[in-house]
């Protein structure tokens, strides 16, 4: 079975800075990663996601993710920030090989303050 | 292309009450999912359906719940008779298909409140 941690339920930041969302997984299998954003009252919206290849990946709207496979990490990044960003960000995994079944994390909300 | 249809957008309920929530997936996207979002949660997989088949219904509360793909199109997911703790967000999902590598696309969500 795989599991989702993400660090932080919550992230103020304030208007043009760098954020980082942490995602942590566990599995006993090869997964793909995937980072969703949530906007209020909306469904959940890929933002970019990990199949093979390179470890950096580059999503919508200026986000990137870096998977290591090492620690087991996904986390999400962005330089520089805009109100718009503020959602709830989710890190979801799923097995490689096996059922299309996501394994969400319990999201991380990104507030942006100007 | 249109994106996955989801309705009603809100409902309000007495507990015990039986409710109902429809669900369009993206044309052409043989594979459909209902999520349970709980509030301050990630979704969580209720049922997952190949075409009109459900493949993947562990997750599903089989005493109150279930669910129905006809024609491997549009599904219903119901809830018969409605509890407290069934307040939650109910979201449906469509993909092509063929792994766990294919974007599932979601809709709006239905929430609903039972009182």
């Known amino acids: 079975a795989q599991s989702v941690t993400q660090l932080d339920s919550q992230v103020p930041v304030f208007e043009e800075a760098p954020v980082e969302l942490r995602c942590n997984y566990s599995?006993?299998?090869?997964?793909?990663l995937f980072w969703y954003v949530q906007y209020p009252n909306q469904g959940l919206q890929l933002l970019l996601k990990y199949l093979s290849g390179s470890t950096l990946v580059k999503g919508i709207n200026g986000f990137e993710a870096e998977f290591n496979k090492s620690q087991t990490s996904f986390h999400l990044r962005k330089p520089s920030v805009h109100i718009s960003d503020t959602a709830e960000y989710f890190c979801?995994?799923?097995?490689?090989?096996?059922?299309?079944?996501?394994?969400f994390g319990k999201g991380t909300k990104l507030t942006v303050n100007p | 292309e249109a994106g996955v249809v989801q309705s009603p957008r809100y409902k309000i309920i007495e507990k015990k009450q039986p409710v109902a929530f429809w669900c369009n997936p993206i044309?052409?996207?043989?594979?459909l999912y209902w999520y349970l979002q709980n509030l301050g949660q990630g979704p969580e997989l209720l049922i997952r359906?190949?075409?009109?088949?459900?493949?993947?219904d562990s997750q599903l509360p089989k005493d109150r719940f279930s669910a129905e793909r006809l024609k491997g199109v549009d599904s219903t997911l119901k809830i018969q008779p409605a509890e407290l703790g069934d307040s939650a967000v109910y979201l449906c999902?469509?993909?092509?298909?063929?792994?766990?590598?294919?974007?599932?696309?979601f809709g709006p969500g239905t929430r609903l409140t039972v009182l």
């Open positions: 044309s052409g996207h043989n594979t």
């Open positions: 599995s006993s299998v090869s997964v793909y």
């Open positions: 359906y190949e075409n009109e088949e459900a493949v993947d």
């Open positions: 979801a995994v799923s097995p490689q090989g096996g059922s299309e079944k996501l394994v």
């Open positions: 999902a469509s993909s092509r298909g063929g792994g766990g590598a294919h974007e599932q696309f």
